[in-house]
């Protein structure tokens, strides 16, 4: 019987997605870089691209979370003739840009409804990251009232999708595997992996571009789909 919910927290509860595309197109005009629709929106979705990009080295082992963003920032930057030419001048870019991502901080609608519904369950967060980029979210947000414990990768030391973060998630909360269930927006990130520890494993697709084949190797992993945290409770209970 599941008790415990674990919770990615980037685009499953905070919307991370949404606030970073707008974020970089407001910093695009602290840059000096003229407004124009067309090009803001390519270069929100290469800004993206290439979080994709170096944040996957990042959970490899590639790069560290701070060389990460400053291979962002440089990439991001070489079009405009403007690619920072040491780390520091790349880690200023980068943090002037999270000023104005901070500023489009929201949480996605459907987040506080769920966790309320959610009050007999023990909740937490397992997020790939580190404490003093995500903690702040949840304080600002208003979520951190909900978690009883919040786990990050940069603390522990290894990063979804290790079968090891989620399993020591369950430690944190003196329950085994089969008594938490997972939730997340990304398939084998979060998922897939959380059932390859022994989880029940959650995949909140809010994505209506999702091809079959995802479906299908959802379903062959034993995964659950929702497409909205609004059927979470429902599903859980069917799952009791």
């Known amino acids: 019987m599941i008790s415990v919910v674990l919770f ?13 595309e707008e974020g970089v197109i407001a910093h695009l005009r602290e840059m000096g870089v003229v407004a124009d629709p067309t090009r803001d929106a390519a270069e929100a979705a290469r800004w993206t691209e290439l979080e994709e990009l170096h944040y996957s080295s990042y959970l490899a082992g590639r790069l560290d979370y701070l060389g990460q963003r400053r291979s962002r920032a440089r990439d991001f930057l070489s ?41 007999g369950y023990r909740l937490g967060i397992i997020t790939n990251g580190v404490t003093h980029f995500q903690q702040p979210k949840l304080d600002a947000l208003g979520l951190t009232p909900y978690f009883e414990h919040v786990i990050t990768s940069g603390d522990f030391g290894a990063v979804k999708p290790d079968p090891s973060i989620f399993l020591h998630a369950c430690a944190v ?32 697709n809010r994505s209506t571009k999702t091809g079959p084949d995802a479906a299908a190797e959802a379903v062959a992993a034993g995964v659950w789909v929702i497409s909205s945290l609004e059927e979470l409770p429902n599903l859980l209970g069917a799952l009791a």
């Open 79 to 119: 079009p405009y003739g403007m690619t920072p030419e040491s780390d520091a001048a790349a880690e200023r870019w980068f943090e002037e840009y999270l000023h104005a991502y901070r500023s489009a901080w929201t949480l996605h609608e459907d987040a506080l409804p769920a966790l309320t519904a959610l009050s």
């Open 8 to 20: 990615d927290l980037d685009d499953t509860l905070f919307a991370h997605r949404r606030a970073v």
């Open 173 to 204: 909360f003196g329950v085994d595997p089969a008594e938490a269930a997972y939730v997340g927006d990304r398939l084998n990130t979060d998922a897939i992996g959380a059932v390859g520890a022994g989880l029940t494993g959650v995949w909140l």
